[in-house]
Structure formats: structure tokens, C-alpha cells
């Protein structure tokens, strides 16, 4: 069995996110061929441009990070109908220096909560689309938009209602498996 590391990232930066509740619980279901590591974003400065030459030390050890990885799970709150600015500014740092994209063929898979009915589904559409542009084959199906109830994911991390459970165990067995086929096919860039 080949065992992939998974970076995780948490779109939210509190510490009360729902988003990180359930990325414990993802992490807790996920099968045994993948590992987790949490690519972290808060202490980012905004990305400029100017700085593509000489990356500061929390951007460049972004990009250390992200090359050790062989996959990504975006977890992520919607802000305003969209990614959260923290998410974006993470990407575009990891998305340069021109040429030195950290997410070339690297598989990923988004999943997200929400207090409102849809779930997320606005920002993981644009998510998408940006991932898109950043070359990351992404796992298209299964979809999963998220309305966290109170206590839907407990201190543990473990999930309190049996179907989101095995809904959300299918959709990281489903994660394992296109990693894997993914790798098989598109090897990472030298
Ligand atoms: C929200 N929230 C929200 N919810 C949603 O379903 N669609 C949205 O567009 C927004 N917009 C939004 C903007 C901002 C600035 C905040 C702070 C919140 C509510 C959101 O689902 C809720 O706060 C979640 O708890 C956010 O996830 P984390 O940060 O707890 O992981």
C-alpha cells in the first residue's frame, strides 16, 4: 500500500472554526493509505508581487511545505460568497513565482461548512475555478456542502449524526482513491 501525505488547509482563521472541527473529523475518517499534515496560512503577509524574487520566510516556507506534500484538502468556510481572503492570498503566494506553481499536478479535493443552507457551494464553485487555473487535477465527485448544525462534530472530532459520518467516510475513501490514480498517471514535476 502507498501512503500519501495530505497536506490540509483551513480556509478559516478562528480558532472556534467549524471548518477545523471538520477537518479533525475528515482526518479521523480517512483510510489508512492517507497521512495529514496542516499547511498553515495565518501568518502570511499579503502577497505582492514585488516580492517574487526574494519570498519572505512564512511564504517561502509555505512553499517548502507544499513540496513535501502529494495532495491537498481544502477545507473552507464561504465568506460573502466566496473563499476567504486568507485562502486566496495563500494560493496566489503558492501559486508563484511564475513557473514555480506549488500546485502543478498536485491532486486536491475541497469540501466545506457552513451555518447557511448551501453549504459553502459558492465559494467551492470559485475554488474550483481557481485551483483550475493552477493546473491541481481535482476530485470532482463526490461534491459535499456541509451545513454544520450545534454539535454536529464533537470536541473528538468525532461526527455525531451516522449518515454525515459515512457520507463524509465515503467521500475520504473516494479522496484516497483518486490520489492514487492521479499519481499513477500524472507524476509530480521534478
Ligand atoms: C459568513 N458566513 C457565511 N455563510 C455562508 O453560508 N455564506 C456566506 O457567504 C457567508 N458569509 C460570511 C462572511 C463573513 C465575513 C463571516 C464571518 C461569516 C457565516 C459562516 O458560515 C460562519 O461564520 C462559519 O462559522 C464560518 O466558518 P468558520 O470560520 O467557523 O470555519
Known amino acids: 500500500m502507498t501512503v500519501h501525505?495530505?497536506?490540509?488547509?483551513?480556509?478559516?482563521?478562528?480558532?472556534?472554526?467549524?471548518n477545523r472541527r471538520l477537518a479533525t473529523a475528515l482526518i479521523k475518517l480517512a483510510p489508512d493509505n492517507l497521512t495529514f499534515e496542516e499547511v498553515a496560512i495565518k501568518d502570511?503577509?499579503?502577497y505582492n508581487r514585488?516580492?517574487?524574487?526574494?519570498?519572505?520566510?512564512?511564504?517561502?516556507?509555505?512553499?517548502?511545505?507544499?513540496?513535501?506534500?502529494?495532495?491537498?484538502?481544502?477545507?473552507?468556510p464561504e465568506y460573502?460568497?466566496?473563499?476567504?481572503?486568507?485562502?486566496?492570498?495563500?494560493?496566489?503566494?503558492?501559486?508563484?513565482?511564475?513557473?514555480k506553481n506549488s500546485f502543478s499536478r498536485k491532486p486536491s479535493a475541497v469540501i466545506g461548512a457552513s451555518i447557511g443552507a448551501i453549504g459553502t457551494a459558492v465559494a467551492q464553485?470559485?475554488?474550483?475555478?481557481v485551483l483550475?487555473?493552477?493546473?491541481?487535477?481535482?476530485?470532482?465527485?463526490?461534491?459535499?456542502?456541509?451545513?454544520?448544525?450545534?454539535?454536529?462534530?464533537?470536541?473528538?472530532?468525532n461526527v455525531t449524526n451516522a449518515e454525515t459520518e459515512e457520507f463524509l467516510r465515503g467521500f475520504m475513501a473516494n479522496f484516497g482513491e483518486f490520489i492514487t490514480r492521479v499519481r499513477a498517471v500524472i507524476p509530480p514535476e521534478e
Not at 511545505?65 to 491537498?72: E, I, K, N, Q, T
Not at 460573502?80 to 513557473?99: C, F, M
Open 125 to 129: 464553485q470559485n475554488l474550483r475555478s
Open 80 to 99: 460573502n460568497r466566496d473563499i476567504p481572503g486568507g485562502l486566496k492570498n495563500a494560493i496566489d503566494w503558492a501559486s508563484r513565482p511564475y513557473g
Open 44 to 46: 502570511l503577509p499579503l
Open 132 to 157: 483550475s487555473f493552477c493546473d491541481s487535477p481535482q476530485m470532482n465527485s463526490p461534491e459535499a456542502y456541509i451545513q454544520f448544525t450545534e454539535g454536529l462534530v464533537d470536541d473528538d472530532g
Open 5 to 18: 501525505t495530505v497536506g490540509h488547509l483551513i480556509g478559516s482563521l478562528s480558532k472556534d472554526s467549524i
Open 50 to 76: 514585488d516580492l517574487d524574487g526574494d519570498y519572505p520566510p512564512e511564504a517561502r516556507a509555505l512553499k517548502d511545505h507544499l513540496s513535501r506534500v502529494d495532495a491537498m484538502l481544502f477545507v473552507t
